[in-house]
């Protein structure tokens, strides 16, 4: 993890969409009076899906005038979760989990197919501004090492080769099934079937 | 109360107490980091954990002692030994050392360059609960970029030790919430959103509170030591609160001002203007007396100026002589202009520069103390349950005093209304408008406030510089008191007192007190300048008014005595070189009437001398010689024209004795409806130390002039 600043050059404004606008309204409705503030995270959150994917400055000012908070106190929590990204992301961003499972597994391979593929540097938007890809700490689904998020995808039982395919696919505009790649098994279940509880007693 | 046991000792304590205090009351030091008296508990530093032992068990692990309260654990069970507190064993000691080695892992060896050396927390202990075993860095040291915190604090955030004091700080006690911790883990930094100057004139004390080298004084950068400095106890004059400071000079030259502790006062806070206006000191000084010959001043010696004086004031008679007082004089020059001129028989003082009708009437006769003073004491305002505003800007005025107000909001249920221009004031504010004339509506109980304060078991309200320096200031102090008497604001002798009077000026309340005022047929502020304009004046002596509402004196001859080459000197006739507030011992009354000595922390420069000892020099010169020749003599005759002077450091407490005086405050009149304006249009420029200061320029550049959040006026 590095430091964690906003983005040199930012928008000037930020608002919501009319959609968005609501549906905040709903989620500072959920909290008792006085307690407003405790919706920053999921406002933030929302703000960064409807931006693209990157937290701006306008957009920390308005949630901070919307609960009332001060501004650096919605600065200290886009800069603690590092779930919120603080630079222009591509249109997909492929987090590669590299946490010691995974990397047991080869997220190296999957690793160096992304810095061929995408940029040699991450959380760097690639040429076409399509992809970028950022290491991250556990994704949680270590049975399935090594692995990627895509938004809000899961793509497991990666390698090089099949990583290629995946940004290729992606790149393309095809959206491949998310869950094991190129290895037939139903989510986290054995390879080839099931290998318990076959037989009818 | 519980019974606790604290390094085997027995001790009955408020259980509301934390640990950490009930060691200290029990005479245990427990060193510390994050944890401040003044401030929310973070719990963050870890240096002061403690071992607890419940019924005679260890406990599992070392406690953070500020984090918990005595209350906190759990009742002592039948036949076995009460809990105890232990601050001296071998795990107290190795989890000291443990914490001070984690602090130590990112922090800089670079003690011999910062200016934290010497007085540094981080030192002290380090010395006293690290070890020194063997040293274990061997990794890089995280390194920090610098962020801009504004003029005044300078930052080498690699030295900070992430205590969050600063954060605290300017959160609960300053009132802006603009300095935050972003990142995490080891990418933690402490910043200012967006790096922006801290919007606060109070910004300095994070300079204190730091307990490393991370946040320091910008102007006093690489300046000095602390153990080369001389440091002087004395009070600050740069508004009327008083504020206890230390005056460290280092030979000649006042190298900083750091506020000291009174909570009666400043608790231990000043203000920006406070703590660096002291380069002002330095600059645009009169050191040598000057006479004007063929139309310009010219570097003169003592007794040709003295004798220029003498000339023309035994040309005229005293009725054609005017003396005004300033606002940073002490009340000992004041006391001894007050004698001269009633040798030389002038009924012509006054020291009140602003023109206000304060502590007289329009006849000229003279009001109780009660009405000029902050008669609920700065401290006082922590009982108040609601607050009326008229005509203050409390924080530039006098930002403890606001400090203070937002310390009561934070933790009583307060109501604060506000007559005059819009501001923003760190708390929230009922606006009742600027037209001062909304006062009677209230005054006769016509509008909500009145039943507000009415009802509220401690109101109190505060008349600022921009009403009673109004031409109807005097009607619109009148209603004030009337509003104060008819909500119950004024209880019986010794207790509630809501009338309150802020003033602006270190020397008012003082030359007030000594009676520094038109006498008989004397003429006032405003009656002098345009007397001295209309020829009716001969002389016109200004010992240090730098803010008057005019400089246009006509043909008067013009002599001043003073510390600056500000805005009087420029008409002057005769300069008479005076002692700034660091330069003489002196006496200061602040706005609640507290007598506080100032004390002298280096001399005057060159030629320039004590104030009063120029005006008995001078006296001999008009053969009107003053009855003394030391400090204590001049101290014995001040008794005379104000016996409470001799009370030093007390505020007097509501006396009540004559409750007709609440009666006589002002004069009843009709009040002007144009809007109530500022009084101070540039917090960092209101006097000549502060206006020759290069870092209150920079100040009032940064923030703008006007400066700061200010709103529509």
């Not at chain 1, 760097?124 to 399935?144: H, I, P, Q």
């Not at chain 2, 860095?137 to 005044?152: H, I, Q, S, W, Y």
Request: net charge negative; glycine share 8%; with cysteine.
């Amino acid at each position: 993890m590095s430091l964690r600043r906003l983005h040199p050059q930012q928008p000037k404004h930020f608002a919501w969409t009319a959609d968005n606008a609501l549906w905040a309204d709903r989620q500072i409705a959920k909290y008792p009076p006085g307690r407003q503030a405790s919706a920053v995270v999921p406002l933030l959150w929302r703000a960064q899906e409807q931006n693209g994917g990157h937290v701006t400055e306008p957009m920390i000012a308005l949630i901070a005038q919307q609960l009332g908070l001060s501004r650096i106190r919605v600065l200290e929590i886009a800069t603690f979760y590092t779930m919120f990204n603080l630079k222009p992301v591509g249109q997909h961003l492929i987090q590669v989990c590299t946490t010691t499972p995974c990397m047991l597994r080869g997220s190296a391979d999957v690793v160096a197919a992304c810095k061929k593929h995408i940029h040699p540097n991450p959380e760097t938007v690639s040429a076409d501004g399509k992809m970028s890809w950022m290491e991250v700490e556990c994704l949680g689904a270590c049975v399935n090492a090594p692995l990627v998020q895509v938004e809000d995808d899961y793509y497991e039982d990666l390698d090089g080769p099949k990583t290629e395919a995946l940004i290729e696919a992606l790149r393309k505009g095809q959206r491949p099934k998310p869950g094991p790649q190129g290895i037939n098994r139903l989510n986290s279940a054995p390879e080839g079937g099931a290998l318990t509880l076959t037989g009818k007693e | 109360m519980t019974k606790i046991l604290i390094d085997g000792h027995e001790h009955d304590l408020p259980g509301e107490l934390t640990m950490l205090q009930a060691c200290e009351a029990a005479g245990a030091e427990i060193p510390r980091f994050c944890y401040h008296e003044r401030l929310s508990i973070a719990g963050n530093c870890r240096m002061c954990l403690i071992e607890v032992r419940m019924g005679g068990k260890p406990g599992p692990k070392p406690v953070a002692s500020c984090a918990q309260q005595l209350k906190d654990l759990p009742p002592v069970k039948e036949g076995q030994p009460l809990h105890e507190l232990i601050t001296n064993s071998v795990t107290v000691k190795k989890a000291r050392e443990g914490v001070m080695e984690f602090l130590l892992i990112n922090h800089p060896l670079d003690c011999p360059i910062c200016d934290q050396g010497g007085e540094c927390d981080l030192q002290d202990q380090a010395m006293a609960y690290g070890h020194a075993k063997f040293n274990r860095f061997e990794e890089n040291k995280r390194a920090v970029t610098d962020k801009n915190m504004g003029p005044l604090v300078n930052t080498i955030m690699t030295r900070c030790i992430h205590c969050t004091r600063c954060v605290r700080f300017a959160a609960e006690v300053a009132g802006v919430d603009e300095i935050g911790a972003t990142g995490r883990g080891e990418d933690m930094e402490i910043t200012t959103y967006l790096e922006r100057a801290v919007t606060s004139e109070m910004s300095g004390n994070v300079i204190d509170l730091c307990p490393v080298g991370a946040l320091t004084s910008k102007p006093y950068k690489f300046n000095a030591r602390p153990w080369e400095l001389t440091k002087t106890e004395s009070v600050d004059v740069m508004d009327a609160v008083g504020s206890a400071i230390r005056v460290d000079a280092r030979g000649p030259e006042v190298m900083r001002i750091l506020p000291r502790t009174n909570e009666d006062v400043n608790e231990e806070w000043i203000s920006d203007k406070t703590r660096f206006a002291c380069d002002g000191l330095r600059r645009q000084r009169l050191d040598r007396p000057y006479v004007r010959r063929d139309g310009k001043l010219q570097p003169a010696t003592w007794a040709e100026a003295f004798a220029a004086i003498a000339v023309r004031v035994k040309a005229t008679t005293g009725a054609r002589i005017g003396a005004l007082a300033g606002d940073l004089c002490a009340a000992e020059e004041i006391k001894a202009l007050k004698d001269l001129m009633q040798a030389l028989k002038s009924p012509h003082m006054d020291c009140r520069q602003d023109g206000s009708l304060l502590g007289t009437d329009s006849q000229g006769n003279r009001q109780a103390r009660q009405s000029y003073l902050f008669n609920t004491n700065i401290a006082g305002i922590e009982q108040a349950d609601a607050i009326l505003l008229i005509g203050t800007n409390p924080r530039w005025e006098a930002p403890l005093i606001n400090a203070r107000i937002r310390k009561t909001w934070l933790r009583n249920p307060v109501r604060i209304f506000r007559i005059g221009p819009a501001h923003d004031l760190t708390y929230p504010v009922d606006e009742l408008g600027a037209n001062p004339q909304i006062l009677s509506e209230i005054a006769q109980g016509h509008h909500a406030v009145f039943q507000t304060l009415k009802d509220a078991k401690h109101p109190m309200l505060i008349v600022g510089p921009q009403a009673y320096a109004r031409a109807d200031g005097a009607a619109i102090l009148a209603l004030s008191a009337q509003i104060a008497r008819e909500t119950g604001m004024i209880g019986p002798e010794g207790q509630w007192n809501g009338f309150n009077v802020l003033h602006t000026a270190a020397a008012r309340v003082g030359a007030l007190d000594l009676g520094f005022l038109p006498g008989p047929g004397g003429r006032t502020t405003h009656g002098m300048i345009e007397a001295a304009r209309s020829g009716e004046l001969d002389v016109l002596y200004l010992l240090g008014t730098d803010e008057l509402p005019s400089y246009d004196l006509g043909q008067a001859f013009v002599i001043y005595q003073g510390h600056h080459g500000d805005r009087a000197a420029h008409r002057a006739d005769v300069i008479l070189p005076g002692a700034a507030y660091t330069e003489k011992n002196g006496t200061y009354v602040n706005t609640e009437g507290r007598v506080q000595l100032g004390r002298r922390a280096i001399f005057p420069p060159g030629d320039a001398r004590e104030d009063w000892t120029i005006l008995r020099a001078l006296s001999e010169h008009l053969g009107a010689v003053l009855q003394y020749d030391t400090l204590e003599q001049l101290r014995a005759a001040m008794l005379q024209d104000a016996p409470h002077i001799a009370h030093k450091d007390l505020a007097p407490a509501n006396p009540g004795a004559d409750p007709t005086i609440w009666t006589r405050i002002g004069e009843e009149g009709a009040i002007d409806g144009t809007p109530l304006k500022a009084a101070i249009h540039d917090f960092y420029l209101t006097n000549a130390i502060a206006r020759a200061s290069q870092t209150m320029a920079e100040c009032s550049r940064t923030y703008g002039r006007g400066g700061m959040t200010m709103a529509a006026e």
